[in-house]
């Protein structure tokens, strides 16, 4: 099983600072094609998981520029480079080379 | 835009068959080429893929569930249902619906996502 990990778990940012999370898996997520099977998600309070970044780097529709990711075998990276109330909640990677497995979240928040 | 709707009973008792049924609406092309699973979520606690399922009779479980679950499509009617036998307080959970967008034949990300339906397990 690919197991995966986020760092940190929990992440206080004020208004308009920039904002990074850490996502690593026990193993290489490079899919066949190239990408990577790798996608993050941000649960806002009450809702359900909505897609942020799919196959590692590519912004989902209507996700604002604000967000970015980086990717690299095992270690991924989703960044936000001023922080809004609308980005608060819980971000989860999520892997899709072997099976599905979710990293246990990191909680932003508005300091 | 494409839609998904959980339903089924919010409470079940111990050692019963948890069924839910997901209604898919607005996808006039994608249901016979994408994928389509369910994930859960207990309370206050993280995001659990359950098993994900194809029209073409494709499917694959979550191994730590697999003995107990069953997804099935019927995609005649929109619907995608599942099954989970001899539930305990363990399976309470929100259950959600959602298609497993394909990408060059693999099944990569939840691009939508139903509300969710909360499943109490309980005398």
């Known amino acids: 099983d690919i197991v995966m990990t986020q760092s940190p778990l929990s992440l206080p940012v004020a208004p308009g600072e920039p904002a990074s999370i850490s996502c690593r898996a026990s193993?290489?997520?490079?899919?066949?094609?190239?990408?990577?099977?790798l996608h993050w998600y941000l649960q806002k309070p009450g809702q359900s998981p909505q897609l942020v970044i799919y196959?590692?780097?590519n912004r989902a529709r209507g996700v604002p520029d604000r967000f970015s990711a980086s990717a690299s075998g095992t270690d991924f990276t989703l960044e936000i480079s001023r922080v809004e109330a609308e980005d608060v909640g819980v971000y989860y990677c999520?892997?899709?080379?072997?099976?599905?497995?979710f990293g246990p979240g990191t909680k932003v928040d508005i300091k | 835009q494409l839609q998904l709707e959980e339903s089924g009973p919010g409470l079940v008792k111990p050692s019963e068959t948890l069924s839910l049924s997901c209604f898919v609406s607005?996808?006039?092309?994608?249901?016979?080429?994408?994928?389509w699973g369910w994930i859960r979520q207990p309370p206050g606690k993280g995001l659990e893929w359950i098993g994900t399922?194809?029209?073409?009779?494709?499917?694959t479980y979550n191994p730590s569930l697999k003995s107990r679950v069953t997804i099935s499509l019927d995609m005649p009617t929109n619907r995608f249902s599942l099954t989970l036998n001899s539930v305990t307080a363990a399976d309470t959970a929100v259950y959600y619906c959602?298609?497993?967008?394909?990408?060059?034949?693999?099944?990569?990300?939840?691009?939508?996502w139903g509300q969710g339906t909360l499943v109490t397990v309980s005398s």
């Open positions: 959602a298609r497993h967008f394909e990408w060059f034949g693999d099944p990569q990300h939840f691009d939508s």
């Open positions: 607005n996808d006039p092309n994608g249901r016979e080429t994408h994928y």
């Open positions: 399922s194809r029209s073409s009779g494709s499917t």
């Open positions: 193993q290489n997520l490079l899919h066949r094609t190239g990408h990577y099977s």
């Open positions: 196959l590692g780097l």
């Open positions: 999520m892997q899709t080379l072997q099976a599905v497995t």
